[in-house]
């Protein structure tokens, strides 16, 4: 039995340490969120179609089937049952000599609560370069309540934060420490209402929400399969298009789903089953290979750390979808794309904007990343974080450019934020 001699580590003398962790609300008044469901009715994320079940692209847009859409009382705009009212958690972490990282992820006041009363006892007085440690500290301590979920997002927004601090303390940015550049610019695909204007803006590809569920019965069914046709066609053959299902199906659902959008060959099918159901993952991926389909089963963003990943791998997902801001950070986000690459599994980073690109950057095993069209009516490209950041980088003719700005290169607006630390006294 090999019990790890582990002396405590001294951070090297003369090296500047971490001086401060403080974990913010946003009181900002327009739209600045980590949650891109942090938006009115009248937007075309929130899923809200007219009374009659039909939409302009105005005011009114495709239902987005979910997993609260078998409830009737849940089953209109997501908004109805809550998506976005746990909203963002901004982090700053600050060395003795005044250099601030800084992050952002979902969780608020709740994740504020464990940043500042719990983990950042593992990350004041440490040296920013020993994030791993910090990393395996804070998921211990953490353990007995959090493993997955809002826990994990704490974890994630210190990590980030921890990056953009060691980015900016060596003067390089993210990807350069993880790697350095395996592509000039990063491939972006569109998620969004509008596939058709996502075209004509010059994206690789997108994705669109599925409208209906299994409550929606067989007519539903056939409303997708006229939904993703209708897409096809007016995107022509050629255009990349996947189909986001956001956990609300179940395996025989999605194999039938599967078998008759196979002719208008989708990049990926996403999400289809509530995260924790990895026997019906199994189940699915053994029946989609059995169908021949050439369209990936797609899934991860509500996944956790290497352990959740390893579970998605093994059921037959062929491709995985971590969210850096929530999955455990950039440094646990590094070993899930090593674990996915040695298994034959592809790796697309989910949501996330800047973040999702700076983890891009550095695999070679990685070719595209998300951009979510955050216009009200998904016809023009505007930041995914709204007013967090006043310099997030926008793609153009489809690819985002990375600039060599050290850390993850971005300001927070505070003017814009009205920022709030809830539990600073320790
Ligand atoms: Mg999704």
Redesign the pocket.
Known sequence: MYIAPNADVIPTPGQSKIREVRAFVSCSTEYGASDVHDTADTHWIMGLPDKDGTWDHVTTHPPITNPMSRYPKYSGSRSSWGVARVPTVIVEIEDEEGRIGVSASTGGEAAAFIIERHLAMFVEGSNVRDRSLMWEQMWRASIHYSRKGLGVHAISAVDLALWDLVGKTVGEPVFNLMGGRTKERIPVYA?TSRPDLAKDLGFRGAKIPLPYGPAEGPEGMKKNVAFVANWREKVGPEFSLML?C?MALDWPYTAELYRRLELFHLRWI??PLMPDEYAAHARLAEKIEGMGATTFFATG?HEYTRYGYQQLIEAGVGLL?PDVMWMGGPTEFARVVAQANAQGVEVVP?GCGVYGYYMAMPFESIGLAEFMMMSEQADAIEPNFGVVFKNEPLPVDGYITLPDSPGFGLELNHDALHLERPYSER
């Open positions: 998620t986001d956001y996403e999400e963003e979808q989910h």
